[in-house]
């Protein structure tokens, strides 16, 4: 399926995971290019429904041009999949079946040198996903203290050159404002020595994406949500690109999948905690080797799958 040349990516597995039926509803809550849309509505033909979201106004627009042929069957919701909870009910997606939250930035975006969100094309220093939002990250690297930019490397970016190049930063604002995406990371790239696999903006401009768009807030306010909307044996699946969201992902996914938290020499449980989720993926999906080579981009996603269980008395 080429959705004007976007992949999306484990998109085998996202819907043998998923197993969307004829008349299943879900929630796609990062609707982007509407690759995997189109693939569950597809499975949920002739009358399952899709409730899409997307904090990006221009991919509501293509994904909503993507999936007319599918008719009314799509309701689209610009807003951020982490207010799915306030958003779903109004829409009659209550007690859904299934809920795919792709984590990752979408090739239209990386390849729209407008948008700022890669360091390979000359562009301002942008990344919102939602433009009417205010902060951009040029205001971040040109506002912040060396002291708040280290931290965003670092807690964002796991950047270990964190606080030496926030400094080199704020020093080099003082005369010049950085205002392009190819300013900063050339910069950068000027104050790291040495030989490195990635380029050495890579984790900067990770983090500072991540800041502006408050993105792992999101994931954790979004991942609760998806919880309550889901019907019992409903399943929800999570692709992220990179180790911070991955690793809230999977820490989320076991506590709610846990029955008793009591210690484990106690006798008789006395904490009556019933786990809310049943681990599909007991491992972490990853891209197969053809698809790494047809579609590089999936090399660092990650899936993992859970399945909502039903509570006993």
């Known amino acids: 399926m080429d959705v ?26 990062t609707v982007g290019a509407g690759g995997h849309a189109t693939a569950i509505l597809q499975a949920t033909a002739p009358n399952g429904r899709l409730l899409a979201f997307d904090k990006d106004a221009e991919a509501i627009a293509f994904a909503r041009q993507q999936l007319s042929s599918f008719g009314d069957r799509t309701t689209f919701v610009q807003a951020s999949y982490a207010s799915m909870g306030q958003h779903a009910p109004h829409y009659n997606f209550t007690a859904v079946d299934g809920i795919l939250l792709d984590l990752g930035l979408s090739s239209r975006q990386l390849d729209d040198s407008r948008r700022g969100f890669s360091f390979m094309r000359e562009g301002p220093l942008d990344m919102r996903f939602d433009t009417a939002q205010e902060v951009t990250a040029a205001d971040l690297i040109n506002n ?3 002291e708040e930019l280290a931290n965003i490397f670092w807690r964002y970016g796991e950047e270990r050159h ?4 926030a400094r080199a930063i704020v020093a080099q604002r003082q005369q010049v404002a950085f205002t392009t995406t190819t300013q900063l990371a050339s910069f950068i790239a000027a104050e790291t020595s040495g030989r490195q696999r990635v380029h050495p903006a890579t984790r900067i401009f990770q983090a500072l994406r991540i800041a502006v768009n408050d993105e792992l807030v999101d994931v954790e306010r979004g991942i609760k949500a998806a919880v309550s909307l889901l019907k019992p044996g409903g399943r929800m699946a999570v692709i992220s690109f990179h180790s911070l969201e991955d690793r809230l992902v999977k820490q989320f996914f076991r506590e709610q999948s846990k029955s008793c938290i ?6 008789v449980c006395t904490c009556t905690v019933q786990a809310s989720l049943r681990l599909i993926t007991r491992k972490v999906v990853v891209a197969t080797p053809e698809e790494v080579a047809t579609n590089p981009r999936s090399r660092s996603a990650r899936l993992r799958v859970a399945e909502k269980v039903r509570k006993t008395k």
């Open 262 to 267: 009591c210690p484990p020499d106690q006798p």
């Open 4 to 29: 004007n040349n976007h992949i999306p990516v484990l998109l085998e597995e996202v819907v043998q995971l998923l197993q969307p039926q004829p008349g299943h509803s879900f929630i796609d809550g």
């Open 144 to 146: 912040l203290t060396a």
């Open 162 to 165: 964190s606080r030496r190049l």
